[in-house]
């Protein structure tokens, strides 16, 4: 599996830990998901940009023929 470093200032880092602890979970496991969670939130975001164009799309299409 591949593996990521990250940098984080002080208050950063102990704003992590504090979190992860309040959760129960290792500040890697954390900061792991709240990566995969910002990334499948943008591609849905994204998904229904598209699908929103692709109906305005159609509708103006149609219009046009």
């Known amino acids: 599996m591949a593996g990521l470093n990250l940098r984080f200032t002080d208050e950063e880092l102990d704003a992590l830990r504090e979190r992860a602890q309040a959760e129960g979970r ?32 159609a509708e103006l299409n149609r219009r046009l023929a």
């Open 26 to 57: 290792s500040m890697q496991a954390f900061a792991h998901d709240a990566v995969i969670r910002a990334v499948s939130e943008h591609a849905r975001l994204f998904d229904e940009a598209a699908e929103h164009v692709l109906k305005a799309s």
